[in-house]
């Protein structure tokens, strides 16, 4: 059975995350049980777009301090990266860096920060179900160790996004939104990403929930407290725990449940020994969650029909604050958006539902909208 580590941890405060770090680690045999003298070790943060800390789409500055100190307290050398959404340029990403607050952390830290983009290796993947192989950013390929190190977050598509769909970043730039095109439904997604954390082979999972997001992540939803740091060696254990915490059925999370049908994760809560803290006590009343795609229960022959009419559809929701930078027209993997003078217009008949638009929209004027007939069908928007 998979353990989960649980330590309380209420704020940023450099040395309350670096003592709840330890706490997190200690029942797992402490960083030494991960990292050995000499080892190139990557923290692969979690950089979805370029917004500060206090919004809670990234991975907070502090965790990746405490983190790089106990890479080096184990021996290891700790170097840091992912590839943002949106354009894949070395001036793109570097302003990512620096807005999350990053840049700053590993320069004081005189930690090295990584240009995903700059090169990339294809791996062969023999465990796979869906992709026998990846091309992948070379950091996460010649490391000797790879952490994945995911922020707390609800998600549009998958649910909700953890330690597994974290490791998405390790794909550079733009080739990611390829992946919406080739795999656009949800289940085979999440059977991917479980591809994906087999080619990674990520050793440690360590998860910033000490603000998290509810409502429509992983960048438009809103920032929440939760109060602490989970760990584990297992990703899939870690995301089945956090998503309970979150209000979701582990099973309503496509990673979660295509990792359980393939017998390589747990099912449930049940099957997994959490120790330190109890999850329950970090279980935040009312949080905000994404509408459900009500078409995954139903048969096959019936649910891509009804997909069109249930599915949340991207819209622009705040015209005002829109500043037609096109972001959201060329993160469409299908280009179903044209940015006119009025903002971006959504060919609906063509959209296949990955809101890349609504995630990577700087501005987070782009929401979703869920169709009548869904919200007969999902009266529980959020856990009470």
């Known amino acids: 059975m998979s353990q989960v580590s649980i330590a309380r941890c209420l704020s940023y405060e450099p040395h309350q995350v670096a003592v709840a770090l330890e706490e997190v680690l200690a029942p797992l045999g402490g960083m030494s049980a991960f990292v050995s003298q000499g080892q190139r070790v990557l923290l692969k943060i979690n950089l979805l777009s370029k917004a500060e800390p206090d919004k809670a789409v990234t991975t907070h500055p502090e965790l990746v301090r405490?983190?790089?100190?106990?890479?080096?307290?184990a021996g290891g050398t700790p170097?840091?990266?992912?590839?943002?959404?949106?354009?894949?340029?070395?001036?793109?990403?570097?302003g990512v860096y620096r807005a999350s607050g990053i840049a700053r952390v590993c320069e004081q830290e005189g930690a090295e920060l990584l240009d995903f983009t700059a090169e990339c290796v294809r791996v062969a993947n023999p465990e796979g179900s869906l992709y026998g192989s990846f091309t992948l950013a070379r950091p996460a390929v010649d490391c000797d160790v790879l952490i994945t190190v995911p922020k707390f977050k609800t998600h549009g598509f998958m649910m909700f996004t953890g330690a597994v769909k974290n490791l998405f970043g390790c794909i550079p730039g733009l080739e990611k939104a390829t992946f919406h095109l080739r795999v656009p439904d949800r289940d085979d997604f999440g059977s991917m990403l479980v591809d994906l954390m087999l080619?990674?082979?990520p050793a440690?999972?360590?998860?910033?929930?000490?603000?998290?997001?509810?409502?429509?992540?992983?960048?438009?939803?809103?920032?929440?407290?939760?109060?602490?740091?989970?760990a584990s060696a297992d990703?899939?254990?870690?995301?089945?725990?956090?998503?309970?915490?979150?209000?979701?059925?582990?099973?309503e999370v496509y990673t979660n449940r295509a990792a359980a049908r393939r017998g390589i994760g747990p099912s449930s809560v049940a099957e997994v020994e959490v120790v330190g803290e109890r999850w329950e006590d970090f279980a935040p009343q009312a949080f905000a969650l994404p509408a459900r795609d009500i078409s995954s229960k139903m048969p096959s022959w019936f649910a891509p029909r009804l997909r069109s009419w249930v599915t949340p559809r991207p819209y622009l929701e705040q015209a005002?604050?829109?500043?037609?930078?096109?972001?959201?027209?060329?993160?469409?993997?299908?280009?179903?958006?044209?940015?006119?003078?009025?903002?971006?217009?959504?060919?609906?008949?063509?959209?296949?539902?990955?809101?890349?638009?609504?995630?990577?929209?700087p501005e987070q004027v782009i929401g979703l909208r869920v169709p009548p007939l869904a919200r007969v069908f999902t009266r529980r928007p959020t856990r009470s």
């Open 199 to 201: 080619a990674c082979k």
């Open 66 to 73: 405490a983190l790089i100190r106990s890479v080096r307290a």
């Open 204 to 230: 440690l999972a360590v998860m910033d929930a000490v603000v998290g997001m509810e409502g429509e992540g992983p960048a438009g939803g809103d920032p929440r407290d939760i109060g602490a740091l989970l």
């Open 79 to 94: 170097v840091i990266g992912d590839s943002p959404g949106g354009p894949s340029t070395a001036g793109y990403v570097a």
């Open 320 to 361: 005002a604050g829109c500043t037609r930078c096109r972001k959201c027209e060329q993160s469409c993997p299908v280009h179903a958006i044209a940015v006119g003078t009025g903002g971006p217009a959504f060919d609906y008949a063509t959209c296949i539902r990955c809101y890349c638009c609504q995630e990577l929209c």
């Open 235 to 251: 990703s899939v254990a870690l995301d089945v725990v956090a998503s309970a915490m979150a209000g979701l059925d582990p099973m």
